[in-house]
């Protein structure tokens, strides 16, 4: 095979068709599609075995028996996995037919890099579904020596679900496990720790917002929030392994801080006392610092960048309260 899809599926039936139709219909042949139900509860497992049993040489389907979450969940996907290159997708998403054959055609020219990425489109529904975007303004890709050129690293988005990643640098490092955000670290220190990357911005990769599976986001109070430090440390851990963080410390230490600085902004949003989201976010600001740096030692600009002008202005009214003792 020369793609393997990863596609890990916890109760997200109502799109779930969309997401295998844009896989069985790839126009790249070699490939395998290995679709873990992770003990969903919603008739997901009846359409999984209708679409195995029509494209039998294609899918693969397990099922897990007891919730694993997704990183787990890929985690097992990736042993499974034969494909020269290895590529996730989340089940309530889809993708261009073409995705996969362009990737993997362009990486083959440009002699195997260890990385290739494309753009992602945010849609609230699957009227894209069958349009393949022939017209792609940037078909031939970028390539992007990381030891040159590692500030492109931070315009990429931390998704897995819009790249493939050479076998070789995925099975060995895997996935944090029962913790959010853990695209962070695996796909940021696969990409820190990569020589080139082969960079598109095509529409290739639709990203569903407001729907109900794997990826989706709420505004109700998060237990987990603390996961983001073990995310953040473990990101630093992955590069410490290599001679490449101090190489590329500043950059390692601004994400860190970005995506920690994102937690406080859906603690904002959070519906309760508001004396408690102010005691929280003082909290988290204050972790941040302690453990990453000063946040304002870096440009507004940049900062900005990342996370918004505007979320940015709310960050600074946080800061600017006083500071807790912890």
Same mark, same amino acid.
């Given at each position: 095979?020369?793609? =393997?899809?990863?596609?890990?599926?916890? !109760?997200?039936?109502?799109?779930?068709?969309?997401?295998?139709?844009?896989?069985?219909?790839?126009?790249? *042949?070699?490939? $395998?599609?290995? +679709?873990?139900?992770?003990?969903?509860?919603?008739?997901?497992?009846?359409?999984?075995? *209708?679409?195995?049993?029509?494209?039998?040489?294609? @899918?693969?389907?397990?099922?897990?028996?007891?919730?694993?979450?997704?990183?787990?969940?890929? !985690?097992?996907?990736?042993?499974?996995?034969?494909?020269?290159?290895?590529?996730? #997708?989340?089940?309530?998403?889809?993708?261009?037919?073409?995705?996969?054959?362009?990737?993997?055609?362009?990486?083959?020219?440009?002699?195997?890099? $260890?990385?290739?990425?494309?753009?992602?489109?945010?849609?609230?529904?699957?009227?894209?579904?069958?349009? !393949?975007?022939? $017209?792609?303004?940037?078909?031939?890709?970028?390539?992007?020596?990381?030891?040159?050129?590692?500030? *492109?690293?931070?315009?990429?988005?931390?998704?897995?679900? !819009?790249?493939?990643?050479?076998?070789?640098?995925?099975?060995?490092? /895997?996935?944090?496990?029962?913790?959010?955000?853990?695209?962070?670290?695996?796909?940021? +220190?696969?990409?820190?720790?990569?020589?080139?990357?082969?960079?598109?911005?095509?529409?290739?990769?639709?990203?569903?917002?407001? =729907?109900?599976?794997?990826?989706?986001?709420?505004?109700?109070?998060?237990?987990?929030?603390?996961?983001?430090?073990?995310?953040? *440390?473990?990101?630093?851990?992955?590069?410490?392994?290599?001679?490449?963080?101090?190489?590329?410390?500043?950059?390692?230490?601004? @994400?860190?801080?970005?995506?920690?600085?994102?937690?406080?902004?859906?603690?904002?949003?959070?519906? @309760?006392?508001?004396? #408690?989201?102010?005691?929280?976010?003082?909290?988290?600001?204050?972790? @941040?610092?302690?453990?990453?740096?000063?946040?304002?030692?870096? /440009?507004?600009?940049?900062?900005? =960048?990342?996370?918004?002008?505007? $979320?940015?202005?709310?960050?600074?009214?946080?800061?600017?309260?006083?500071?807790?003792?912890?």
């Amino acid at each position: 095979m020369k793609v =393997s899809v990863i596609v890990p599926i916890y !109760n997200s039936v109502k799109y779930l068709p969309d997401c295998l139709d844009s896989l069985v219909n790839q126009t790249l *042949d070699e490939i $395998e599609i290995i +679709a873990i139900l992770d003990a969903s509860f919603d008739g997901s497992l009846e359409i999984l075995k *209708d679409y195995e049993k029509r494209y039998p040489d294609k @899918i693969k389907v397990y099922v897990n028996s007891h919730n694993l979450g997704p990183g787990a969940t890929r !985690n097992i996907g990736i042993s499974i996995a034969s494909g020269e290159y290895i590529g996730f #997708l989340d089940s309530d998403d889809y993708v261009n037919f073409g995705m996969y054959k362009k990737m993997y055609d362009m990486a083959v020219k440009n002699n195997y890099p $260890e990385i290739v990425t494309t753009g992602i489109v945010f849609v609230k529904d699957n009227k894209y579904l069958k349009d !393949n975007f022939k $017209e792609s303004f940037n078909t031939k890709g970028r390539i992007i020596n990381v030891l040159n050129n590692p500030l *492109d690293i931070l315009d990429k988005s931390p998704s897995v679900c !819009n790249k493939i990643f050479r076998r070789d640098i995925v099975k060995n490092y /895997p996935f944090v496990e029962n913790r959010m955000w853990e695209d962070v670290a695996f796909s940021y +220190a696969k990409m820190f720790r990569a020589n080139r990357i082969l960079s598109f911005n095509d529409a290739d990769y639709f990203y569903r917002r407001n =729907s109900e599976g794997v990826s989706a986001k709420s505004s109700k109070p998060n237990s987990n929030i603390l996961d983001i430090f073990v995310i953040a *440390d473990t990101l630093e851990k992955e590069l410490r392994k290599t001679n490449r963080f101090e190489l590329f410390k500043d950059y390692i230490r601004f @994400i860190q801080i970005s995506y920690s600085l994102y937690r406080i902004l859906e603690i904002l949003a959070w519906d @309760i006392d508001e004396e #408690l989201k102010e005691n929280l976010c003082k909290i988290m600001n204050n972790l @941040i610092i302690d453990k990453y740096g000063d946040w304002k030692d870096y /440009p507004k600009e940049l900062l900005s =960048s990342k996370i918004g002008i505007i $979320e940015l202005d709310k960050l600074n009214e946080i800061r600017n309260l006083n500071k807790l003792k912890i």
